[in-house]
């Protein structure tokens, strides 16, 4: 029986249109020949996908792009001089999982968030990312209720509906999620995510997938009489862009930092030597700074333990301020886990800081 000597992969990774790759010019090229000592060939290929899984996000939800179709040719050289060649294709997310999920975990064909509960401003929609899928994954169903009445049903079944909902993915390595995809529709890439707007203020959405599988995501309307809410969005550990809410306190600080030098002030006026009072003689130069930020989540359950480690991990969030979403830094660095047993009511203290200067460098 003839085994693999060598093989040959070449990988496209883009956005778009699915299929619209340029044949003649794949991403990657990489040839690996077999050890001797092994029976097979792996490609590593996560951290390949995510160099092109760029996130644009501008506060709107509909138009957020966070994935990138990823196609793959590999062409076997057998023992016996012959060839074999296998074609693959996927969707990727920027995501991850934790060192107790095993290698390559799978992002579910449901829900795409770790919170079970959420707290929104009232006034506001609730944005829940979902798995839209298609080729027989991702999600069926959606359900709003508002009590035991049920308000609205959206039945996606196999086909990909663009209505701001989070989708296909595959995953490659623990940092990049992929998904094998038999049939993909002619689609683009950024049609492919979202995150479902929930209208007519639900407080239960009921999220199934294609095997049948529930999820239900509670959502509690908070009136803030006296702090102003702020909104932070953030990729979290699915790759998607998820909302949450900071209801009370917020504290602003502006951190300057500043260079001087001396110089020597003494001028001579006709036959006498003097200084001016008020001219320095210490100078400031290469003057920075940057605001931050420290804000507080109100009172939540302990399902938002998971919420604020996936903040505090992340490369990439936004806060909304009058109307514009700024890019900001979770800057703080540990979290202690809280329950309601031990803190009885349960609050979250996080610190940003902006993501540019304050005093304007883009030139």
Known sequence: MATTDSAQLKLWVYRGNF????????DYIITKTRLSTET???FEIGELIQDYIKIYFDGDYSTIEQTAWVEWEITKTLSDESQEVVNGSGIAFDGYGYFEDGINPQLSYGLLQSNKTMYVKSGDNPYIPVFVGNGGNGTFQVKYYSGSTLLSTI??????????????SIRADSTLYTADMNQILNQSSSSTVGSIVAQGSPDRVVITDVNGNEEVVYVKYIEECKQTPYKVSFLNKFGVVQPIYFFKRRDEYVDVTKDSYYVNTVERRES??????NKPSKNI?????GKRIKMNTGFVDEGFNQVIQELIMTDQAWIEED???????PTTKSLQYKTSLNEKLINFTVEFEYAYTEINLIR
């Open 155 to 168: 039945t996606l079944g196999n086909t990909v509906t663009p209505l701001t909902v989070d989708t296909t």
């Open 272 to 277: 006498s030597l003097y200084y001016s009072l």
């Open 323 to 329: 109307g514009v979403s700024y890019p900001i830094i």
């Open 285 to 289: 130069f290469n003057v920075e700074a």
């Open 19 to 26: 299929g619209d790759k340029d044949s003649s010019n794949p």
């Open 40 to 42: 097979k060939i792996i």
